[in-house]
């Protein structure tokens, strides 16, 4: 199979023959550096900070304009004492909270972990950028080098 054409390599490959030479991109042989492509993990990071703010916002307006209101249509007592004594609590930016009393809080349970969740996804992939791209400008310098 040493001098067959391209398609007669691509159904070797797929009968599991093993062929020598290099194995094209489109036939599934994509190169390492091509897989890990440090564009790929910006664009995973800036995915996940776009989600990451919108979950943030839905949690942040969950109590409505008028939290009393909206207690009162959830079935629940508004206790503005309780809200008056925890208002430091209620004004943070993390972990998000809007409370009608001291045992219902407005903003869904699965906001503040999903904010967590969002945002070790977002440094993460950053840090994979940062490394992959590193890994890549590292390897065009060493073969710049043996060429000279």
């Known amino acids: ?13 797929a009968a599991g023959v093993p062929v020598s030479g290099p194995v094209p991109a489109a036939a599934g042989g994509e190169s390492r550096g ?17 989600v990451t703010f919108f979950v943030w916002v839905w949690g942040a307006l ?6 009393g209101e909206t207690c009162a249509l959830r079935g629940q007592p508004y206790d503005g004492a309780y809200r008056g004594e925890h208002l430091r609590e209620l004004d943070q930016i993390f972990p998000l ?15 503040n ?5 969002l945002s070790l996804v977002a440094v993460g992939s950053l840090l994979a950028s940062c490394w ?8 065009f310098w060493r073969r710049r080098r043996a060429v000279r």
């Open 97 to 111: 909270h809007d409370k009608c009393n001291e045992s219902y809080d407005l903003v869904p349970v699965w906001v």
């Open 34 to 50: 091509q897989r890990h492509h440090p564009v790929r993990w910006l664009l995973l990071c800036v995915l996940s900070c776009v």
């Open 1 to 13: 199979m040493s001098g067959g054409t391209s398609d007669d390599k691509t159904a070797a490959r």
């Open 62 to 67: 969950s109590g409505g304009l008028d939290v």
């Open 113 to 117: 972990p999903a904010l967590v969740l």
């Open 132 to 139: 992959t791209t590193f890994v890549r400008v590292r390897r």
